[in-house]
């Protein structure tokens, strides 16, 4: 007869819940992840949030300052530009554009970048070390040269920038992945479930990707916190999205001629990718302490 | 005097939502030139008491004791410089795995000759010092057993056998000459060949030098071959000390009794293969210590005075806490408490 | 009664090579024989480095000797027939924190087990799991449970589990008691007697403490840099061993036992 273990009634939690309430605890993170939902709305809501066309341009009303100013008028909350296009709508599509593409193209890069490294993990040998020491060597190049490189190779728009940024991210992917998986590869229970008669693929997808969640996640907005930099320095660089895509790094470097006279039209934009950015790292840095205080217990 | 004194020792950690008692009133001495079992398994806490003596303790954890005096001096009333220097000179510890207690990216002989206290050199020019140095380091080899000591030394520690790293570690802990030495689990997973070496050389040093040992195992087989006197830990609580020869032969507590009723040996009527005799269920964890006796839920004696944490009694330098010891008989016992 | 497990000549050299000036390293294990019956338990035991963890590795399969046969009730267990490979023999560790992925619950490391090499479905995979950590002594609810949430006998449980879910043959076990609290220790050879009883299966295993393999073991085979020193029946061994070294193991084992008894004596 089975003894029912009274003793054992206690919460335990899996380990991606652990790192959940690890993560809860701290309210700063909280913020900063209420904050990323907040852009993920927005990303996917910006066509019925905004009140205006972005590009439809007024020319009764002419750089108006927000509504919070003097003679600023509750139609146009942040104001307009020297096109008289409402800066609300320009900003809400600009983050759309912005925090979208980011995210878009971390995905790509990470799946891309797993993929490789999880090829080069499992197989040993030499070819596989020459390509981990290549990748290593261009990591140590800042992303934003490299990706500039490449635009300038395959010319400018948003696609190209998204490429060239994709490009430049797959390295760390593969890079963490490959490490990763050859610590794991070396781990009794592989050997276990080899002795089982698992096949490689399988042993990956039930063994050690199950595994891999939390790093891929920490990897992510590391990568996120990149993507979104470069991708509105190469917009501010007119390298990036061009007329009529709206972009918060372009919006930068076209409102700088008159920042002296309608110091919002900077100062809007650059507060929001600000913001995106430190709300990633919040997350990110919380999410990294929660898996190592994971790991210790 | 005893060297090492400990009486009511509690330590309280944080599990993180509350304080817990790791260790509830562990006594146990240590006389000079004796050598002390510790015996206790996993969770019992053996190692937060060494913690505790040596001033290993995090600081917000809470340590309270009747009495925790080395040769007098009460260790928790000293500063921790004045801590350091009794852990320096005249306590040394060795712990289970040597290869991890040694630095790994040095020689074996930078390592000793590294750790030699000045206060042990005659003053002199550096390179008399060293040559010093290196005499003494040879002297330390040769006494712990390891006779080709050039070989040894250029090594690293990863290239060596265990059992030659074990009698190095002992030899680290011998350069300062300490009067009390903890050996925290050291024949751990040693065969009984190395096993032996390192028992009679503690026994041998023990002899030689009258050098205290306190060591801390769940071996009954190496316990019962060198230790003079030996104390039974279970879940932070003692719950028996004394001779080794009056607890083998004549086991008080429940706990006692199972543990030497693990090593098949120790039984000569035992048909192979049959089963051993063990206590039922399993060690608790700290988030659900029992109240009172900790072996209550396991134990086959348990009644419900045993929600009660027992007392320390003593019969003939035998110390127990159990209320229904096995020297007892059961109807006895029972008129006891009423 | 053909052996349920007999070594015929296994050699295997295993070569590591320690840098490029250095020459490869090369250390033979073997040859090796020996035969096990059904339900008699084997013990090997020797120095560290003797080759004891390599042979276990090459009785399931982990590694492939160069030369000689593994005969599985007579007929050769090969590389090739995954079947009887990972079915009749199986593997358990010594450090069972090692031997459970701690990403996946103990219910799918033994479903994996079991869809990789049985033919049920789901509902009957459940129930086989179930009534295989009754047996190991562990509760249904530990089917849901992570690694960290057991304890260190409760972990060796679910290696035994997983060893024993498809009904093997031969279970080898690599120093399955060395890291086990001496509490645990008992409750888990006894598991194992009990097992070996209701099953009828063969048990190989390695271990350094002496006085569990006396009690345990039908057979002993005592190694040493790979060569096989000494091998018998462990009654014989024990009260007459005939080398150098088994003598000198078995002595410092009963100098210590008897240091225990003599304590008998004094009082």
């Not at chain 1, 003793?7 to 913020?31: C, G, N, T």
């Not at chain 1, 490689?200 to 993507?227: D, K, N, Y």
């Not at chain 2, 706990?255 to 192979?272: E, V, W």
């Not at chain 3, 100098?255 to 304590?263: A, M, Q, R, Y």
Request: glycine residues 6%.
């Amino acid at each position: 007869m089975t003894q029912f273990n009274l003793y054992e009634e206690e919460f335990h939690p899996s380990p991606l819940m652990h790192i959940w309430l690890e993560f809860k605890r701290s309210h700063f993170a909280l913020i900063g992840f209420a904050i990323l939902l907040l852009f993920c709305a927005i990303a996917i809501l910006a066509p019925l949030l905004a009140p205006y066309d972005p590009n439809v341009q007024n020319t009764n009303a002419i750089l108006l300052p927000p509504a919070w100013e003097g003679n600023g008028s509750i139609a146009h909350i942040f104001g307009t530009d020297t096109l008289g296009r409402d800066v609300f709508s320009r900003t809400l599509y600009g983050c759309r554009v912005t925090f979208g593409s980011s995210v878009f193209l971390v995905l790509i890069a990470s799946t891309i970048g797993v993929a490789l490294g999880t090829l080069a993990g499992m197989k040993k040998g030499i070819k596989s070390s020459v390509l981990n020491h290549l990748l290593d060597s261009l990591m140590a190049i800042p992303t934003l040269l490299v990706a500039i490189i490449i635009v300038a190779i395959i010319g400018t728009g948003l696609w190209n920038s998204m490429w060239a940024i994709i490009l430049v991210l797959i390295p760390q992917f593969v890079h963490q992945t490959r490490t990763f998986v050859r610590e794991e590869m070396k781990k009794d229970y592989i050997l276990l479930d080899k002795l089982d008669g698992a096949s490689s693929p399988r042993i990956f997808w039930s063994s050690i990707l199950p595994g891999m969640f939390e790093l891929l996640a920490v990897q992510s907005t590391l990568a996120l916190s990149v993507a979104i930099i470069d991708i509105s320095a190469l917009g501010f660089l007119n390298l990036g999205a061009q007329s009529p895509v709206v972009e918060l790094g372009a919006s930068l470097s076209q409102s700088l001629e008159v920042a002296y006279t309608a110091p919002w039209l900077v100062a809007l934009p650059g507060f929001f990718i600000f913001l995106m950015v430190l709300s990633i790292n919040i997350v990110g840095e919380r999410l990294r302490t929660a898996l190592r205080n994971r790991l210790i217990h | 005097m005893p060297l090492l004194d400990i009486k009511n020792l509690t330590v309280e950690i944080d599990t993180g939502s509350e304080f817990v008692k790791a260790l509830d009133k562990v006594s146990l001495t240590v006389e000079k030139g004796e050598i002390r079992a510790l015996v206790g398994e996993s969770g019992s806490g053996k190692s937060l008491i060494v913690s505790a003596v040596i001033g290993a303790v995090p600081d917000h954890w809470i340590i309270t004791a009747d009495r925790l005096t080395w040769k007098g001096q009460n260790l928790l009333a000293m500063s921790n410089e004045q801590r350091r220097i009794i852990m320096r000179r005249e306590i040394a510890v060795v712990f289970q795995d040597p290869t991890s207690s040694l630095d790994p990216s040095a020689t074996l002989r930078a390592q000793l000759e590294e750790s030699i206290p000045e206060e042990l050199l005659d003053k002199g020019m550096f390179w008399k010092r060293n040559k010093q140095r290196r005499e003494i380091a040879i002297g330390l080899m040769h006494k712990v057993g390891i006779k080709n000591h050039e070989a040894c030394m250029q090594r690293y520690p990863h290239e060596i056998a265990t059992d030659i790293a074990q009698k190095f570690m002992i030899a680290m802990a011998l350069v300062s000459e300490p009067e009390l030495l903890i050996a925290d689990d050291s024949t751990r997973s040693m065969e009984s060949t190395t096993k032996n070496q390192i028992l009679r050389l503690l026994s041998g040093l023990n002899e030689t030098k009258n050098l205290s040992i306190l060591f801390i195992s769940h071996d009954l087989l190496a316990i019962s071959s060198i230790a003079h006197t030996m104390t039974v830990l279970y879940c932070g609580q003692t719950v028996e000390s004394g001779k080794v020869q009056d607890l083998h032969n004549r086991p008080l507590h429940p706990y006692t009794k199972a543990l030497l009723d693990s090593a098949p040996s120790f039984q000569i009527n035992l048909p192979p293969k049959s089963h051993l005799v063990s206590l039922q269920g399993t060690i608790p964890t700290l988030k659900h210590l029992p109240i009172g006796c900790r072996l209550g839920p396991r134990c086959p004696n348990a009644r419900k005075e045993c929600v009660k944490v027992p007392e320390q009694r003593m019969l003939h330098h035998h110390s127990y806490s159990c209320h229904f010891p096995l020297h007892l008989p059961i109807d006895e016992q029972l008129e006891k408490d009423q | 009664m053909i052996p349920v497990l007999e070594v015929k000549n296994l050699v295997y050299t295993h070569r590591v090579k320690r840098s490029i000036f250095k020459p490869i390293d090369e250390f033979i294990l073997g040859p090796i024989n020996f035969a096990l019956n059904a339900g008699e338990t084997l013990a090997i035991t020797g120095h560290n480095s003797s080759g004891k963890t390599l042979l276990a590795k090459s009785l399931v399969g982990a590694i492939t000797p160069q030369q000689g046969s593994i005969l599985l009730e007579g007929k050769e267990a090969k590389q090739s027939d995954k079947k009887t490979r990972n079915h009749d023999i199986r593997l358990i560790l010594q450090h069972s924190k090692y031997s459970l992925n701690p990403a996946i619950t103990v219910g799918s490391i033994l479903n994996r087990t079991l869809r990789l090499n049985a033919e049920l479905n789901e509902k009957d995979r459940k129930t086989k799991i179930e009534q295989t950590l009754v047996k190991v002594g562990l509760l249904r609810e530990h089917y849901y449970f992570y690694r960290h949430m057991l304890s260190d006998g409760q972990q060796q449980r679910v290696s035994l589990a997983r060893a024993m879910i498809l009904d093997p043959k031969v279970i080898v076990a690599d120093e399955p008691f060395a890291a086990l609290d001496p509490s645990v220790r008992s409750q888990t050879v006894n598991l194992i007697l009990d097992i070996q009883q209701e099953l009828g299966m063969a048990f190989v295993f390695i271990s350094q403490n002496l006085g569990i393999v006396r009690h345990i073991s039908d057979k002993v085979m005592i190694m040493d840099k790979g060569k096989v020193i000494e091998a018998g029946s462990s009654q014989a061994v024990f009260n007459d061993p005939q080398h150098e070294l088994t003598k000198k193991l078995i002595d410092s084992h009963f100098s210590l036992v008897n240091k225990h008894f003599e304590h008998f004596e004094q009082f």
